[in-house]
């Protein structure tokens, strides 16, 4: 009973923690596709691509993707080859240094972002009024001051993830190397390079998403080229539209896409050690065949499917067209608006008898002057080609501000204080 | 020391060992100490035109961290309030967040350590997903949620529990979750892997020895994790009080966090040498936090970082 | 092959800090020796083959490869090769490619270092195995691909660093036969580390016995085995009873020991002591177990033993008795099984004799430890 009761909370504990850890990217990704100028996913209007075309439109975006992918790779290459030298230093290093030497290259991961960004950006300019260089430099270039920022932390996880593979090797592989007449060189190339390469991939995907997600450094270095997640800050901080929730449902696909694929990998390779300890050498190349691929793979099968459910999206959109659905809620919204309209109208007309009948009792003496302005602002509204147009624009605009300048002819029929101020 | 270094080439190879040492010497010295140094350096001096660094009003001054805690000079106020309130106000608000993340994260870092399964793998790619996902787009995320036509406020005034949509973003309770949020994979994985090592058979004894679930969690399991923990807690403290883009995008208009301000020196303000001893401020409290939670926990460096 | 290339330390000093890993070694191998240094565990044996191979600088003195001084010259200019104790083949690189790697550093094609892996693949008895990655072969398979990819370097001294410690025991016996007909085929030199003293024995033309940074004694292998230098050298190749005592009487090349506990016994003086002890000295005698046999009861001389069975064992080719001896070490007899019948002693007091020239004592020393 008790142990139940225990277990049951644990997974609704579990299934709690994991809606709030992916509900937010599932509801950005949902939003996506709702046809409503502000990112949210109710009401739900229509299912649109529109926000896709939209954003691969923006030429900020673009340039942003551009800048990002440079910078990463100058940070993957920068920070790869630093983090392999820390990692081969510490494993020699004299060992009355190695607790300050630890110390020193594994700092940068705890000291915050924007400290390592500001610092840069001082030190380097420094060193360029030093040097005597002018403000177009090449050290004062965005580009180099934001591989250098971010290269200073992101070495240090690659020197993480690189010492834990190195503490394996065995140093007496470079020495046979060597004894066979190798060079330093050659040993490290041929022997040593090699046994690393999953490491250095690792470490290489670690830097490249570190680079491309990082704001705190970037954002006081990237000078005139402002990365993708600086242009997404823009963005999200002056107005936001559902084409970075089209953006961020790519950015989830692609993560889900390669966490799957590397998954179903590495289980493959599970199986094929687990068959190699069973099988014998020569059998093993007829029994892995593709089919088991899959056999008790999940990650594979949530792969395959996933691709499936890619490929039926991809088609929907290009054969799908909103068009109509898009027109529907236009003309819903557009009763909906008339029918306040009408209900205003309505109750403005009740108050409007109420008032001639006090004023009636005072007299007769201005009756006539509000007329006039008052028909002159309802003619405009009510004009059926004016209507048209200024829906339109309702449409597509956030309902949020309702009272854009373009709606000043609403404006003034939805306030019932300036409908009071006329008279 | 010149035995270490002939070793060292030795060992290396006179090329190769030029270019790790060379590596390494450009990335200790050149990209982490003398910047740290150089902005140190920066932060005592006047906020001076470009043609004038260096002349003979470049001196030495206290000016930038006396503005700070007095405010400018000839102020209102014999306090700078404003700024010592972001201050103080950020870091309890990345303490609070640091515990909260503690608490949410102890449970499934147990959970993930101490069972079987292959689920778990499945489990620890969905941990992983969020964290691949740009800081942005993750606050972004949570904008649409808190918003004020937002999923929860949709939700609450459908339920009937709200009559007006209430400001999550205004009420910085946005914040708080987006930077709770932002940090929960380094706050799980450190605990994680240490929880995993732990012997199932510890925990087993105790519950035979009759010990209730919270006293074998208190006794057994929590000094066990404390280097996890320690850990955790120091990577969520940092990026909370050093995070910048959650607050721009979730915090509300009348509230700061302390890395913005060090912002706007920068970039509204153009005092630089003003940003820069905010940036000290910052780095120097948050050493002094690491230090005091590895004298607290007793845990060294090198459990840091795993 | 070339005639052979001999190697020459000349008081050879490695310290590390404080540590004195190899104290003034002169040690002269001939070109197309099969050279072995024997030793326990940490007395400097795979230090010294480190200094030879170029791994390691000597703090004072010098190597000498073919005549040539060595220093200052890297482990990838010298003429040596090396197996590892762990043999360190590269795990990502296949069979063929790991035999021929001394040719792709120098640029050979791909069809050449086939050809000649295929070759060397002949010679160890593994043909049409190329292809294979290491970890896809037995130990002994590896074994012999390590000793391929050296010679494959074509060097004129190869140095072998404990290779069959991690053999089995009946793998390790073949082993030494192979190594011993590889090294008389291709007749370079070949250096030997080892702590095993039958590997020592079984393959080599000359032994270096070392303890503790010293080299006790360099001879051959019946020379260290009936005649050696030192206590140390006498404890640790093959089993010795050891008898200690003080010199009694020095008659030539014999002396009268007055043992501890069996009472005076005569023995004869190791070659390399000879003229140099005295009376009073102390004094270690040793009597292999097979140097013993079975004396009619109640003989008493200067060589005869008597002492109490503790426990018999038979182990085929031999009957073992154990007697007690002194200091809770017991005395080892061992008599060959030529078919005779065995008594049990066991509980009573036996007489062994032996032949003085089966007994050597040398000036009392560290023993190896067992």
């Known amino acids: 009973m008790n142990t139940s009761f225990l277990r049951i909370s644990i997974w609704v504990y579990l299934a709690i923690f994991f809606a709030y850890l992916l509900g937010p990217l599932v509801i950005m990704s949902i939003t996506a596709f709702n046809s409503s100028g502000f990112p949210r996913m109710s009401p739900w209007e229509c299912l649109t691509f529109q926000w896709f075309s939209e954003l691969f439109q923006d030429q900020r975006i673009l340039n942003g993707i551009k800048n990002s992918l440079i910078i990463g790779a100058g940070t993957v290459v920068l920070s790869v080859a630093m983090g392999l030298a820390g990692a081969l230093m510490l494993t020699q290093i004299w060992p009355k240094l190695r607790a300050t030497y630890y110390t020193i290259i594994i700092a940068p991961i705890l000291i915050p972002g924007v400290v390592l960004g500001i610092s840069t950006l001082v030190f380097w300019d420094r060193i360029n009024r030093m040097l005597g260089l002018g403000a177009d430099s090449f050290l004062s270039n965005g580009v180099f001051l934001t591989v250098i920022g971010q290269s200073t932390f992101i070495a240090s996880y690659c020197m993480l993830v690189l010492v834990a593979r190195l503490q394996r090797y065995d140093i007496a592989l470079t020495e046979a190397a060597l004894d066979l007449g190798a060079t330093h060189a050659q040993a490290f190339r041929k022997i040593l390079l090699p046994f690393m390469r999953p490491a250095i991939a690792s470490a290489a995907v670690l830097a490249f998403l570190a680079s491309f997600e990082n704001y705190n450094t970037t954002t006081f270095t990237f000078g005139e080229y402002p990365t993708l997640t600086i242009e997404l800050a823009q963005k999200v901080r002056y107005g936001i539209t559902p084409a970075i929730s089209a953006l961020a449902f790519i950015i989830v696909a692609l993560t889900v896409f390669f966490a799957l694929l590397n998954e179903a990998k590495l289980k493959r390779q599970e199986l094929v050690a687990a068959a190699r300890k069973k099988a014998t050498v020569e059998e093993l190349a007829g029994k892995i065949k593709l089919p ?49 309209i009408q209900e205003l109208r309505k109750q403005r007309e009740e108050r409007r008898k109420q008032r001639e009948a006090e004023e009636a009792e005072q007299g007769d003496a201005q009756q006539s002057a509000p007329k006039p302005s008052n028909n002159s602002g309802f003619g405009n509204v009510f004009a059926p080609n004016t209507l048209g147009g200024e829906e339109d624009e309702g449409a597509a605009d956030t309902e949020e501000q309702p009272s854009g300048s373009n709606n000043s002819g609403f404006g003034g029929v939805f306030d019932p204080n300036s409908l009071q101020n006329d008279q | 020391m010149p035995g270490f270094l002939k070793e060292f080439f030795n060992r290396n190879g006179t090329g190769m060992g030029l270019a790790i040492l060379g590596l390494v010497l450009f990335w200790t010295i050149g990209l982490i100490i003398l910047p740290q140094l150089s902005m140190l350096d920066f932060s005592f001096r ?136 932002a940090y929960i994979l380094l706050m799980i994985f450190p605990m994680y892997n240490v929880i995993e090592s732990l012997d199932g058979n510890q925990i087993e004894a105790a519950r035979d020895l009759g010990a209730p679930w919270w006293r074998i969690h208190w006794r057994v399991v929590i000094p066990y994790a404390k280097p996890g923990i320690s850990s955790g807690c120091t990577m969520v403290f940092m990026l909370s009080a050093g995070a910048l883009a959650a607050p721009q995008i979730l915090g509300g208009p009348s509230s700061l966090w302390f890395t913005q301000l060090i912002y706007q020196q920068f970039n509204d303000n153009n005092d630089w040498p003003q940003g820069a001893a905010y940036a000290i401020v910052l780095l120097v409290t948050c050493i002094l936090f690491v230090l005091a939670m590895m004298r607290l926990f007793k845990v060294n460096m090198g459990d840091i970082g795993k | 092959m070339s005639a052979g290339v001999g190697v020459d330390l000349e008081n050879l000093w490695i310290r590390f800090g404080d540590f004195v890993a190899v104290r003034d070694a002169n040690v002269n191998i001939n070109g197309g020796d099969f050279f072995s240094f024997l030793g326990p565990s940490g007395c400097g044996k795979t230090t010294i083959l480190r200094a030879v191979s170029g791994f390691l600088e000597p703090s004072e003195g010098n190597v000498l490869i073919g005549g040539n001084n060595m220093r200052g010259i890297g482990p990838n200019k010298r003429p040596t090769a090396l197996i590892f104790q762990n043999l360190a083949l590269f795990p990502l690189m296949k069979v063929w490619e790991n035999i021929t790697f001394s040719m792709e550093i120098k640029g050979a094609s791909a069809a050449e270092r086939r050809k000649r892996a295929d070759e060397l693949l002949d010679m160890i008895a593994l043909p049409g195995q190329g292809d294979k990655l290491p970890s896809e072969l037995s130990g002994g398979q590896r074994q012999r691909v390590a000793i391929a990819r050296a010679l494959c370097a074509e060097p004129d001294v190869l140095l072998l660093d404990e290779p069959l410690s991690a053999l089995d025991l009946k793998l390790r016996q073949h082993m030494r036969t192979e190594l011993r007909e590889i090294q008389q085929r291709v007749g370079i030199t070949f250096i030997y580390i080892t702590h095993d003293q039958g590997e020592a024995l079984t393959m080599s033309d000359n032994i270096a016995v070392m303890r503790a940074g010293v080299i006790d004694q360099i001879a051959d292998g019946k020379t260290i085995y009936n005649d050696p230098n030192t206590a140390f050298a006498a404890s640790f190749v093959g089993e010795n009873n050891v008898f200690r005592g003080k010199v009694k009487q020095v008659m030539g090349n014999e002396a009268l020991i007055a043992t501890n506990r ?37 003989a008493a001389g200067d060589h005869f033993v008597t002492a109490r069975v503790n426990h018999e064992e038979f182990e085929g080719n031999v009957f073992n008795i154990f007697t007690e001896g002194e200091g809770g070490k017991e005395i080892k007899v061992s008599i060959p099984n030529l078919g005779q019948s065995f008594e049990d002693h066991t509980g009573q007091n036996i007489t062994l004799e032996y032949e003085t020239r089966n007994a050597v004592v040398v000036p009392a020393g560290e023993l190896a430890a067992e």
Request: hydrophobic fraction near 45%; include cysteine; aromatic fraction near 12%.
């Open chain 3, 262 to 298: 069996s009472g005076d016994l005569v023995a004869r003086i190791s070659t390399a002591n000879q003229g140099k002890m005295k009376e009073g000295d102390d004094a270690m005698m040793f009597i292999r177990p097979e140097a013993f046999a079975i004396a009619s009861d109640g």
């Open chain 1, 292 to 340: 088991s691929f899959f056999a008790g793979n999940m990650a594979a099968v949530l792969l395959v499917v996933f691709a499936v459910a890619t490929i039926t999206v991809v088609g929907t959109a290009t054969a799908y067209n909103p068009a109509q659905c898009i027109a529907n809620v236009k003309e819903q919204k557009q009763l909906e608006a008339e029918q306040r």
């Open chain 2, 46 to 181: 006047p906020n001076l035109p470009p043609p004038e660094i260096g002349g003979p009003k470049d001196v030495y001054t206290l000016e930038n961290y006396k503005y700070l805690i007095y405010g400018p000079e000839g102020g209102s106020q014999s306090y700078n309030a404003v700024d010592l309130r972001v201050f103080f106000r950020t870091l309890i608000a990345a303490v609070c967040v640091t515990i909260f993340n503690l608490i949410i994260c102890y449970p499934i870092a147990y959970y993930l350590g101490q069972s079987k399964g292959s689920h778990i793998r499945i489990f620890a790619i969905m941990l992983i997903i969020p964290y691949w996902i740009n800081e942005i787009l993750r606050a972004f995320a949570l904008r649409i949620i808190f918003g004020e036509t937002g999923v929860l406020n949709t939700l609450f005034m459908g339920l009937g529990i709200f009559d007006t949509p209430f400001d999550f973003i205004r009420n910085d309770i946005a914040l708080y979750a987006g930077l709770g949020y």
